[in-house]
């Protein structure tokens, strides 16, 4: 006899929401299913283990997906703990009444696969009507006297409810009549493909049309003591599809004080580096079955390149089992994930510092993103930063720098646009001569990166380019110039005031006849220029032209300027000076204008040379 019966008044509203908004995506309907036929087979295990009387006992425990073109339907059946009319009423019957939370409640003996029912909110068997017309239910409950009930309804106002005769195999089976604007899942590979997102890792066989497909053993799940460095790696490759191995991988296997099992890899390569954004992630699962594709909610986001999984039985799902509740124990499991990993990177860095040079000059901006945007973990981080440095052909640390070096209170460095033209820049000339190495910064988020570590084991970081950085022993050569060294720093001055804030002479140099250096506590030039670029209303701060008083080409143009009465080509001659000096940094504000005053003198020099010649 059939019985039918009206949805509560609530229903109807709920089923609506369900349809149109609480799901994403349409394919979410055959995850929901999946995992409802793997708590079906959980339950009926129990059962099993508590010695109870298994109708159809010895019955290949599986999930099978048939799809008929004919008819437009699919079917997902499992031969699990099957459904008697009451049951299915009150499972099917009533939106948001959880059938596996209420069979937990009547369990009073705990067992270890309680963890793998993950039907919280009862409402994931409605998402078969984001694509079905009218949905069918046959159940045959495991116990043996009860008989088979069918389910059907539109999803509208009412379901019916009948009893079947004849022989049935224990379990349910949901049969969907497709929309027309469905017809997409009839196709086996589309079917296969959502499987292979959501629920290859289900510990139950699953059959399409009668053929098994591949699963993948959940890694994350082994204990890591009984893994081989191959099994991650094919694991590996099945997560990325690719066939290179990563660079390096963190497992992490803990029960206490929370549930945290992971997997995160570090890839061979960076996809940025060529423009590309990665749309994979380190992916979220609850009982291994997909909810996210990233863990935007358990990592940083300076470590969005890594890729993985995550799972945790201790985290709450919002309704629809697509996203992460604001749950206490997701920062907590954050943090944990985090912590883990950078330790990890440390461990890396000692052990196999080839690897560790290539992860850095893939992903090494990521960790700089996460000093500069002021991570927690930034004092961390500063200690797996690797710079070029003068005394050394690779990439050192910090921590490195402060080994060779006798100034343990500072760590000098320079701003530069590569390592081969800073090598040869005049700043590093006294560095050189005393053997104390200096740090080479090339990109120029590192100048940023300085400024927002502050100290480093309360190391002052020190700008060889401005003015106050002067190794020990340094004279200021200001106290002791003589009168004429003083009248031509003032009429230098004088000549350039628009282009420089100072003239001075100094012993910072060696070889070099001059420079340009920053005020204190001025960005560097290259910084500057940047942060012109980018504002055209920013100002530039002027810089100090410094004078090396033993160099030869000084004496000679200090004798130039005090004695020439061509006022204009004394000019001339200075601009010259800082067109030279920024040309040293591998930069020249205006070309043309140097250009002009490199011909001016040219022309001057020859005409000379043929007056001394006639």
Known sequence: MTRRIKFKSEVGRLLEIVVHSLYKHREIFLRELVSNSVDALNKLKIKKLAGEEIFDGDVEERIDIKINQNEKTIEVSDTGIGMTEDEIIENLGTIAHSGTKKFLEMIEKKSDLEKDLIGQFGVGFYSVFMVAEKVEVVSKSYKKDAPAVRWRSDGRERFEVDTLNGDFKRGTTVKIFLKEDALEFLSESRIEAVIDRYSRFVPYPIYLNGRKLK?????????????????????????????????????IFSDAPFDLKAIIFIPPFSLAKFGLEDTTGVRFYNRRVLIAEKTEELLPDYLRFLKGVVDSEDIQLNISRETIQNDPVVLKLKKTITSRFIKHLKEFLKKDRANYNIFFEEFGVYLKEGIVKDYPEKSDLAELLLFDCTEEKEKITLSEYLEKTDYKDSIFYIVGENRESVEKSPYLEQFYKKGVPVLILTQILDETVIEHIGKFKDAEFKLITREDVKLDGEKDGEKSIEEMDRKFLEKVKEILKDRIYDAVVSSRLVKSPFCLVSQKNAPSYQMERVMSSL????????????FNPSHPLYK??????LNSDNDEFVETILNAVVDNAELAEGFLNDIPRAVERYQEILSALLENTENKTN
Do not use: C, G
């Open 556 to 561: 000679n143009l200090k004798n130039f300027v």
């Open 535 to 546: 504002n055209k209303f920013y100002v530039p701060s002027k810089r100090i032209l410094e």
């Open 215 to 251: 699963q993948v053993k959940p890694l994350w799940l082994e204990n890591p003591a009984n893994l081989k460095e191959e099994d991650y790696h094919e694991f590996y490759k099945y997560l990325t599809k690719s066939e290179l191995k990563p660079l390096s991988y963190l497992h």
